[in-house]
């Protein structure tokens, strides 16, 4: 073992958790180093080639609003993207990409190594340096000691990694990389609850093989369009994906096969997630449906190889090619990797405070699929966040807890460290209350603030931010004062659209909440002295079109605020409060909730537990001030 | 968690002959020792009940002979110990009861701190303490009826229904705002989701109707007797609760104040409220109970109101059926025995479509078909079918209008053309709110039926 240098931040792993959480803490400031299995994997996609959709792409932008690299690495490198939901509402659009999945990692690579403050190294992490219940370092396999106060596992699908194809089993990560067996035991050792989670991934063909005239196109977007606010260069040459379907025959030789699947032999198995199910899943369960989507999604521009989305498993390999030739267009295809199950070992989120710092080992961070999530947006929301809260607790600064009314990053974080999950944890827009203040078009109006305070968001960027919102408030303002009177141009329009004519003066807000009028039609009633820009143009019509919404979203909101700002005691004994339900006592000690709002989000602690314990802090709070 | 000791006349004032003094609490056996000359609180079984003299230690005078029941915790409603005195002997003695225990070191119980107590050391949930509090309250069978009726859950059997509708819509809205590629899951549409909405909602309602015949139930129909002097008022309460409660004279005036008394008329819960008879007067205290009079009218869901058959109709009847204008009325034209001077069609013509019954209180006449005539006002056949489910607790109508009125906001949304995500949020809100009655509010339970609902992933 020899002294390999002393940082303020230690990353463990180079995943989507790994690459923000440095970038993070480098950026706020902290030495950083970034230890991972293998420099040519770094943020590698071992899943589909895609980032974003529902929820996960609203997240994407939150990470680039708190200065982080997912948005403009996918903006950058992809081969196609999509604005999802159009014909809905504002609350629920969102964008995905098709990312080029080579390229991603290259620039992710580039961008780290590039970073001041960051330092970034190969290495087996096989053991962390734990005294006195405070994290100390690393110690690598090749007996290289870091030294630093915080340290951040995110060793995403490796711990105790396992790849599951039929009968064939091998301890593996994702790729046939290798798995980390070591860093799992210890953390079992110091008293962590782990548990075991699996995922799946389908099989890869080749292109070439694929006879497109049996598929629908899926063509990207006309309208070029990026995640990061700061993207001012679009990809216009896009790739197309291509969807198929299963049908009779596939499920027949499901149906047959089932007993040889990994995940159907009979063997105790991690629990997979429910949205992410292997075809198995979806034939046993929803046995009636006559077909299933299947997607094929190019992995990149240089290469052959199309990920066959829909058709994850874990059978054999020869039923897996079985299964391709029952599929219209991938009759002949040529299947260039397999499809494979993998098994791995998540601790348990609820052991974590809202930091992300573990309850057990001060210093100790956790994030990305090691704290039982799914999906690479997840893994960044995390990394960014613990990257940020590491650096605060090696430099003394203020930490970062965003809630549930803030982002999708703070709802699923609460979530986690609430509620904790039994499968891999997948961002829904369902999982959020207040979707309507977390959308993918206000993510910058929400966090740029945020980032600015955490020194992750530039002096420049923050200037851009504060501009485009003086813009919004003074346009929001000036449709809310000024009366357009029922003259012949309104009333033409107004015909013309066919809506009523007015019959006195409304103000232009009153009239841009018609279902008819656009903010377009406002700007043409009454031109603004300056032209503004479309984002600008696309959040004052939201906010006027649907403010009746926004205000009582925000009515909830303040309640919710309120009881989270009900701190709960550092040192409260649930021990001591009588009447609380058995269940709710033991969860309460386990999650050992900050306030009585995260308290009242935990299952299985019923309003009457609250009512008991607010009850109980109120007791004390009284009883404190008669004493004094 | 150390605790003072409760103590409260447990059954409500003027009802029923026996009249109990509870006490909850840590001190409950000593403070029951005390007073209690009988056989020693600490040495009997618990559950079990003896009989004794409740003396008042500083004078050595009998209180009361009374049936003391000893329970001892935790198998009691508290899980404190508790002590009830069972005593016979009216108000006035009860009341003696009381003044002596909390002489003795009992603090007087704030309205439903037994029941908090009993919610506190975890004897029941939040929704059944409510039910509890009602059942503490119930002033007939019939309101009893409905108190257990909702503790043992058709209530929420009936609204887990309709959560279950709304969330399979929010989910079907969900799923295509989550998976949008899925073409297989066909889109929501305005119009089912305005059919689902509307359909919840007349369901709301429904609960909702019968929730003011709860209230009716729970605290009894609060009925007036109005009437001029000396028509048979007093009597007539006296008929109803076969009991002299008020005091009947030939004396005009005689009733001075409003008098209360709780009866059951065919079911129907009468909260009896006699008046002063209603005239112009000089007489300072009968002027103060007119005005009271006046007072019991207003807040009256029922009118019993008397005429005097003996008499010719007058113009201060006249001026009672007005007063009385737009509310349930039931007209009594009394003293048939004596010769007939009223005009019945000049009493029938100013009565509307009120019913009329002619009575000799005296004679006990007529004191049947004015008992049909009260159940009638009320039942209309409806209140007693048997699978009505009846609200009879403030918060509960209060989520379920709530509930409804989110609903309205849904269906308003629709009607605005607003995004599906945007009115899901006022059906979501529906959701969670019925949840609060039944006290189940789990989020989770949206992203379970999603995922039971539909075949999604890659
Ligand atoms: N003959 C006859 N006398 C009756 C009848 N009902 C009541 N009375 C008598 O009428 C007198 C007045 O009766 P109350 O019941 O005191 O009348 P009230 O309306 O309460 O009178 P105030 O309280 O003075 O306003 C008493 O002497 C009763 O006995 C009846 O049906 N027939
Ligand atoms: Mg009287």
């Known amino acids: ?628 | 968690m150390e605790q003072d000791t409760i103590t409260a006349i447990s059954t409500p004032i003027g009802e029923g002959a026996i009249a109990i003094v509870r006490l909850s609490g840590d001190e409950a056996f000593a403070i029951a020792n005390r007073v209690f000359q009988g056989k020693d609180i600490y040495e009997v079984d618990s559950h079990t009940i003896h009989y004794g003299n409740v003396v008042d230690s500083k004078t050595n005078e009998l209180v009361e002979e009374v049936m003391m029941t000893v329970m001892r915790a935790p198998k009691t409603f508290t899980r404190e110990d508790i002590i009830e005195i069972n005593c016979h002997g009216g108000m006035v003695s009860v009341n003696r009861v009381l003044q002596l225990v909390l002489r003795e070191g009992a603090r007087l119980a704030e309205p439903g701190e037994f029941t908090k107590r009993a919610f506190l050391n975890g004897r029941i949930d939040l929704s059944q303490a409510e039910a509890v509090m009602d059942l503490i309250r119930a002033k007939t069978d019939k309101a009893m009826n409905v108190a257990l009726k909702q503790m043992d859950g058709r209530l929420s059997g009936l609204i887990r229904q309709l959560r279950q509708e709304l969330i399979e819509t929010v989910a079907h809205v969900e799923v295509n705002i989550d998976y949008p590629e899925y073409d297989d899951v066909e889109e929501m549409t305005h119009e089912v989701l305005v059919e689902k909405a509307t359909h919840v909602k007349k369901e709301v309602q429904k609960i909702l109707q019968t929730a003011k015949q709860g209230k009716i139930l729970r605290e009894g129909i609060a009925t007036a007797i109005i009437g001029r002097p000396n028509v048979g008022k007093s009597s007539l309460l006296n008929k109803l609760a076969h009991e002299n409660k008020a005091i009947v004279t030939e004396v005009p005036g005689t009733t001075r104040d409003v008098i209360e008394e709780y009866v059951n008329v065919r079911g129907v819960p009468l909260r009896l409220i006699d008046t002063a008879g209603i005239r112009e007067t000089e007489d300072i205290v009968e002027k103060i109970g007119v005005d009271r009079s006046r007072q019991a009218l207003k807040d009256a869901d029922l009118i019993l109101l008397v005429l005097n058959g003996n008499e010719e109709f007058t113009k201060e009847d006249a001026a009672l059926f007005e007063a009385a204008e737009g509310m349930d009325v039931i007209a009594l034209v009394n003293k048939t025995d004596l010769d007939q001077q009223i005009d019945m069609n000049q009493v029938k013509h100013v009565a509307g479509g009120s019913p009329v019954v002619t009575t000799s209180l005296l004679q006990e006449e007529g004191i049947d078909e004015l008992e049909e005539a009260i159940a009638n006002t009320f039942f209309e056949g409806e209140l007693e079918s048997a699978d009505l489910t009846y609200v009879s607790n403030v918060r509960h109508i209060q989520l379920l209008e709530q509930a409804e009125s989110a609903l309205d906001d849904a269906l308003n949304g629709i009607e605005m053309d607003m995004p599906l995500d945007l009115v899901q949020i006022d059906i979501t809100r529906s959701w969670e709110l019925l949840g609060e009655i039944i006290g189940d509010n789990v989020h989770e339970s949206l992203i379970d039926q999603l995922f039971s609902q539909f075949c999604l992933g890659k």
């Open chain 1, 1 to 628: 073992m020899y002294n390999a240098g002393q940082y303020d931040v230690i990353v463990v792993g180079a995943g989507h958790a790994g690459v923000e959480a440095g970038l993070a803490a480098a950026k706020r400031g902290a030495k950083t180093l970034m230890l991972t299995l293998n420099l040519d994997l770094i943020a590698f996609m071992p899943c589909n080639p895609s980032i974003g959709g529902p929820a996960k792409g609203v997240v994407v932008r939150e990470i680039d609003a708190l200065g982080g690299q997912m948005g403009k690495t996918i903006d950058k490198t992809h081969i196609q993207m999509r604005l999802l939901n159009t014909s809905k509402g504002p609350a629920v659009r969102a964008l995905r990409a098709q990312a080029d999945k080579v390229l991603y990692q290259q620039e992710m690579k580039k961008v780290i190594e590039n970073q001041e403050n960051l330092t970034l190294r190969q290495g087996m992490v096989d053991q962390l340096f734990v005294e006195d219940g405070a994290v100390k370092g690393v110690l690598t396999e090749t007996k290289a000691a870091y030294y630093a106060p915080t340290v951040i596992v995110t060793t995403g699908t490796f711990m105790r990694g396992k790849v599951l194809i039929g009968d064939i089993e091998y301890e593996s990560g994702p790729n046939n990389q290798r798995s980390t067996v070591k860093l799992s035991e210890q953390l079992e050792e110091l008293g962590f609850d782990i548990v075991r989670f699996k995922t799946g991934t389908p099989p890869r063909v080749n292109s070439h093989t694929i006879d497109y005239t049996k598929t629908e196109q899926q063509p990207g977007d006309e309208v070029p369009r990026a995640f990061s606010y700061e993207t001012t260069e679009f990809i216009t040459d896009q790739i197309p994906c291509w969807l198929t379907y299963t049908g009779e025959f596939t499920h027949q030789i499901i149906d047959e096969n089932l007993g040889r699947s990994a995940m159907y032999s009979g063997a105790e198995r991690g629990t997979g997630p429910r949205y992410c199910p292997s075809i198995e899943d979806k034939i046993v369960r929803f046995h009636d449906k006559p077909r299933h989507q299947i997607f094929l999604e190019p992995e990149g521009r240089d290469t052959e190889e199309v990920y066959v989305q829909g058709l994850s498993t874990s059978l054999p390999e020869d039923i897996q090619k079985r299964l391709l030739e029952t599929i219209p267009g991938l009759e002949k295809a040529d299947m260039m990797r397999a499809g494979y199950a993998i098994e791995y070992d998540a601790v348990v989120p609820t052991q974590l405070w809202p930091t992300l710092e573990t309850k057990k080992v001060d210093g100790l961070f956790t994030a990305g699929q090691i704290n039982g999530t799914s999906g690479y947006e997840e893994a960044g929301g995390q990394g960014i966040v613990a990257g940020i809260n590491a650096a605060a607790k090696s430099l003394d600064k203020e930490p970062l807890i965003l809630d549930r009314s803030e982002a999708y990053i703070g709802v699923m974080i609460d979530d986690l460290v609430t509620k904790g999950t039994n499968e891999p944890y997948r961002l829904l827009t369902s999982r959020a209350e207040y979707r309507l203040l977390l959308r993918h078009d206000n993510a910058d109006l929400r966090l740029t603030d945020i980032g600015y305070k955490m020194d992750v968001v530039t002096e420049e960027r923050y200037e851009r931010f504060t501009r485009k919102k003086n813009l919004i408030d003074q346009e929001v303002k000036r449709l809310k004062s000024h009366i357009i009177k029922p003259n012949e141009d309104v009333q033409n329009l107004l015909h013309e659209l066919g809506g009523s004519p007015l019959k006195d003066g409304v103000r232009a807000s009153d009239l841009l909440r018609r279902p008819e009028i656009k903010y377009d039609h406002i700007k043409q009633l009454i031109p603004n002295d300056e032209t503004l820009p479309e984002d600008v143009e696309e959040q004052v019509e939201i906010i006027v079109k649907y403010e009746g919404y926004i205000e009582k979203s925000m009515q909830q909101v303040d309640k919710m605020r309120k009881m989270d700002n009900k701190r709960i005691p550092e040192h409260i004994n649930y021990d001591d409060i009588q009447g609380i339900a058995t269940e709710a006592r033991e969860k309460l000690k386990k999650v050992q909730p900050l306030s009585v709002g995260q308290a009242s989000r935990i299952s299985g602690v019923n309003p009457s537990d609250i009512s008991i314990l607010l009850v109980y802090i109120e007791q004390g709070v009284r009883s404190q001030a008669s004493n004094e």
